[in-house]
């Protein structure tokens, strides 16, 4: 797993990079302020980025926003503030964990290991979602042209699918497509 770290303590940022190394990850960019933490995300494309709260130029929070409006990847908060406010913003914001300093190995890696399984489990969300919405979409359109050749044809339900399927055979495109071709050319009559 590729990490981008972005703490603007030195020490703390050398022994998170020797302690993840250590580990078997592979650091691909260290930050010293929450901007180059956005650029960086950007420029190397982490599989994961720590992020601390509290960076100069950009909190670690609005740096996490804005890496996450660009590509979605889980994000760790590592800091030495574990008020409520700033959990409840790292949370709004859409981080997978958070770290209060002073850390351990033990707490580190776990912390990792599940937000890169949470990550992964929204990404599986949100694609069934977008292919449940595509085939809610689909069907909604071969329905629309379903009922506009039943009405303007004459055609039963069986009849007028049989047509939609026949067309979509013949052209090589999908039933959605020929359905919305349907739709497009009878709602303009």
């Known amino acids: ?47 994961l980025a720590l992020l601390d709260v509290k960076m100069p130029r950009l909190d670690g929070i609005d740096a996490a926003r804005r890496i996450l ?15 409520r406010e700033l959990v409840a913003r790292a949370v709004e ?25 949470r990550h992964d489990e929204l990404t599986a969300l949100r694609e069934e979602a977008d292919s449940l919405a595509e085939a809610l979409a689909a069907r909604k359109a071969i329905e629309r042209a379903k009922g506009l050749l039943m009405e303007r044809e004459g055609l039963t339900e069986q009849d007028a699918f049989a047509r939609l399927r026949k067309a979509s055979q013949i052209s090589g495109r999908p039933l959605r497509v020929v359905a919305e071709a ?7 009559r």
């Open 69 to 83: 409006d660009e590509r979605p990847i889980p994000i760790v908060m590592v800091t030495a503030y574990g008020e």
């Open 1 to 47: 797993m590729r990490i981008l770290i972005a703490e603007d303590e030195t020490i703390i940022r050398l022994d998170l990079r020797e302690l993840l190394e250590r580990s078997g990850f592979e650091v691909v960019a260290e930050a010293r302020d929450g901007e180059e933490a956005v650029e960086l995300a950007r420029s190397e494309a982490p599989d």
């Open 93 to 117: 914001a859409g981080v997978f964990g958070y770290l209060v300093k002073p850390f351990r190995e033990s707490d580190l890696l776990p912390a990792i290991q599940t937000a890169r399984a």
């Open 182 to 188: 349907l739709i497009a050319t009878l709602d303009a």
